[in-house]
């Protein structure tokens, strides 16, 4: 597990001070990026947010309403 670790941190420092320093994002995080983005998209349009979110606004005004 040690020298995992070691050769994890050396790849590390190789990237942040070496010729891979600034090569920006490749096509990985990239598609990453998109497969999280349209998870999410499916998420909230599968679920009925627009439902929960006005109905918990509604009883959150009935109650400061209706409190006195």
């Given at each position: 597990?040690?020298?995992?670790?070691?050769?994890?941190?050396?790849?590390?420092?190789?990237?942040?001070?070496?010729?891979?320093?600034?090569?920006?994002?490749?096509?990985?995080?990239?598609a990453?990026?998109?497969?999280?983005?349209?998870?999410?998209?499916?998420?909230?349009l599968?679920?009925?947010?627009?439902?929960?979110?006005?109905?918990?606004?509604?009883?959150?005004?009935?109650?400061?309403?209706?409190?006195?």
């Open positions: 597990m040690s020298r995992l670790l070691s050769t994890w941190g050396q790849t590390i420092r190789d990237r942040l001070s070496g010729r891979y320093s600034d090569r920006g994002a490749g096509f990985v995080e990239y990453g990026l998109l497969l999280l983005i349209a998870a999410v998209v499916v998420a909230v599968a679920l009925p947010l627009e439902t929960t979110i006005a109905n918990a606004i509604r009883d959150a005004v009935g109650r400061v309403v209706n409190a006195e």
